[in-house]
Structures are given as structure tokens and as C-alpha cells.
């Protein structure tokens, strides 16, 4: 990705491997801050504050956070301690307890003395995987985007595609996973434009994925969460297209609250619903969504927002009276029925064909 012109990646170790460089999510989009994180309980606070965020990343992030650990005390008790709290970090996400597990698996192979250099190496191939996987996402999802826009009836209206929350580049390490396949269709010249969920309680649509369209060029219209039913009547939505925390070993797709709602807008609309991600956000150990721990996020982020103020300073608002209950899970499951394909790094499944997938 680029950030006015210069190349970023959303998480970096420093040269010598003794601290790790994040982008501030929560400062986004009114300032681009990069910290830097010390210690396994700045990683976990850096989840847990969503100032990393997104299935991949968060994934990245907890690796990293097991080679901070590793500088702290390599042995075995830390380690453990290491993995639980960054797993009790953030529930729902797959990615985050997958990426601990295999630091785990590794640094247990290792011998105690070389844990902290074999941590760093283990965390450094986790997030080049995903960075490869998510280009491969958006190769996939392109030749996806090229057969529904050569249906098209009129080659001179823009291909509408509607996404929910932020699954770009800052969801991962780069190129994202639903919006890989939009990044490849504009670069190839294709004539795409994006309906961007604003994505309540915490905007990341508003927030964070109208920000990365706009620094790479990507023409969008941000709408409310409520818009798309009607868009999609119509006829101003060619295709939806989201990412996932976690995808069940049948094609259920958990992600980000309001997306069932969406699926089954489209799917009424015969509007073709996408799911893009990458190998390590499928669970192949649970084939029923009842299964997935949702998780519950503080009710402020329902009863307050947060903007830029007229001094330019980043304010909340309370939105309804204090004496209002507010409740706020964070995701939903769309289940597979309501899902025409999933684009993953070896290509596009149905649902019931995923499995597959696993197998070659
Ligand atoms: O709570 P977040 O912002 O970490 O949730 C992320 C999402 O749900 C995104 O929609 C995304 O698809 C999953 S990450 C590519």
C-alpha cells in the first residue's frame, strides 16, 4: 500500500528485532501515527484497543507480540502465558489464535537459548505468507470481477461493488482481501466504483476503508449501514463483497455486525455475494456457526462517536440518553446458502466445495 505516494505495510519489526512499528487505527483517518510497541502487554493493549485491527492482522500482530515476549523471558511458563494472553485478547477472529498456536508448535520445537531469534523469524513468515496469500486473493477475485463485468449490459456504467467494515490493507499486513480483488480491477483499468458501509459502531468502512480507496485512487461513495437493501433494488450493485474474521468448514462467514443483513438484501436481489480470505481464517475444526464466540464490545462505542471537531481536535459525542441501555455485538454469520463464493489464495469455492480447498 501507499500512504501519499510512500510504501507502508501496517506492521514492521525494527531493523534489530526489538520492538515492532504498528499504524494507530484508531487515529485514522484524521492522523496517520505510527507507534512503536515494546512489550507483549503494548501488543495485547494494541488488539484489544483496536489500534491493530482486522482477522490477518491482528494475527500478524500476536505473532509478533510471542517475539516480544521472547525478549522478555524465552521459557516455557512465558511462553504459555505469552499465547493466553494474546488469545484472550480478541475472540472471534480465527487468524489470532492460529498465528499463536503455530508460534507455539515452533518455538517449543526450538531450543530455549534460541526461542527469541527463532520467534522473530516464525512472526516475519506469518506476515510475508499473508501478504502473498492476499495478492493471490485479489488475482482470483479480479478474474471473479472481469466475468460479471463483461454481463454487464452497459459497458459505460461503473461496476458497483458494495463492501461491509474494512478488509483492505489496513485488515492486513497489505493489499487486504476484499478489497484485493478492487485494487487489481482498478489497476487493470477496470471501471469499478464501491458503496462503502460506514459499518456502526466503529466506522472502519467510513473511517478506514474510504481513506485507503481514496490513497490509491479508487472511486467510492460512502453510505449509511441502511442504504444497501435499497441499492441494491436498484440495480446500483453489481456484486458484495466482504472479508471474514472466520469462515466455518461449510461456508458460514462470520464478520463484522450487519453483514447477514446485507447477504440477505442480496441475496433477495439476485445481487452475486462474495466472501475473500485467506487459508488461516477458515476453521476447518467447526462446522457449526453457533460454535463462534461473538464478541461483545464496550456499549460506548454505541452510545458515543467519534469525529474530527471544528477545532480540529479528534472529539466524542454521546448519541442518546445516558439512562438507554446499549448493547454491541461486534459480529455476525451469514450462513452459507446466502454465499455465492468464497476467493481464497488457491482460488474461488462455493461454500460446499471448501473443503477442497484443504484437501490439494
Ligand atoms: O473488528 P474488526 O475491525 O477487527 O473486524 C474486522 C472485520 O470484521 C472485517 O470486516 C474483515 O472482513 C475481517 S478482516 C479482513
Not at 143 to 149: A, F, R
Not at 187 to 210: I, Y
Not at 326 to 351: C, H, Q, W, Y
Amino acid at each position: 500500500m501507499k500512504v501519499a505516494q510512500k510504501p507502508f505495510r501496517t506492521i514492521w519489526p525494527s531493523p534489530r528485532c526489538k520492538f515492532v512499528q504498528i499504524i494507530n487505527q484508531t487515529q485514522l483517518p484524521f492522523a496517520f501515527e505510527v507507534l512503536k510497541i515494546h512489550t507483549l502487554e503494548q501488543m495485547v493493549n494494541a488488539i484489544k484497543t483496536m489500534q491493530v485491527r482486522g482477522a490477518p492482522l491482528i494475527g500478524v500482530a500476536a505473532a509478533y507480540g510471542i517475539a516480544l515476549a521472547m525478549l522478555e523471558d524465552e521459557s516455557d511458563a512465558y511462553l504459555i502465558t505469552a499465547a493466553e494472553m494474546l488469545k484472550n485478547s480478541r475472540p472471534t477472529a480465527v487468524n489470532l489464535a492460529w498465528a499463536v498456536d503455530r508460534m507455539v508448535t515452533s518455538l517449543q520445537a526450538a531450543p530455549i537459548n534460541r526461542r527469541n531469534m527463532t520467534a522473530w523469524r516464525e512472526a516475519a513468515n506469518i506476515a510475508e505468507e499473508d501478504v502473498v496469500q492476499n495478492q493471490l486473493i485479489g488475482q482470483h477475485g479480479l478474474g471473479l470481477i472481469k466475468q460479471h463485468y463483461q454481463n454487464q449490459i452497459d459497458p459505460n456504467k461503473p461496476f458497483n461493488i458494495l463492501t461491509h467494515c474494512n478488509a483492505g490493507w489496513l485488515a492486513t499486513v497489505d493489499y487486504g482481501t476484499a478489497l484485493s480483488p478492487i485494487y487489481a480491477a482498478h489497476d487493470a483499468g477496470l471501471n469499478v466504483h464501491v458503496w462503502v458501509d460506514e459499518t456502526r459502531p466503529r466506522n472502519q468502512g467510513a473511517a478506514l476503508t474510504a481513506w485507503e480507496l481514496r490513497q490509491h485512487g479508487v472511486p467510492h461513495t460512502v453510505i449509511t449501514d441502511n442504504a444497501g437493501g435499497h441499492l441494491m433494488q436498484q440495480g446500483l450493485v453489481d456484486m458484495v463483497i466482504v472479508g471474514a474474521d472466520r469462515v466455518t468448514a461449510n461456508g458460514d462467514v462470520c464478520n463484522k455486525i450487519g453483514t447477514y443483513l446485507k447477504a440477505l438484501a442480496a441475496f433477495d436481489n439476485h445481487t452475486p455475494f462474495y466472501a475473500a480470505v485467506p487459508s488461516p481464517t477458515i476453521d476447518w475444526t467447526m462446522t457449526d456457526y453457533k460454535q463462534i464466540e461473538i464478541e461483545e464490545r464496550d456499549s460506548d462505542e454505541v452510545q458515543f462517536i467519534q469525529g474530527l471537531a471544528a477545532d480540529g481536535s479528534m472529539q466524542n459525542v454521546r448519541l442518546f440518553p445516558v439512562e438507554s441501555n446499549a448493547a454491541n455485538p461486534a459480529f455476525d454469520v451469514t450462513p452459507a446458502r446466502l454465499v455465492k463464493g468464497i476467493v481464497t489464495e488457491k482460488g474461488v469455492f462455493s461454500p460446499s466445495d471448501l473443503v477442497k480447498l484443504r484437501e490439494g
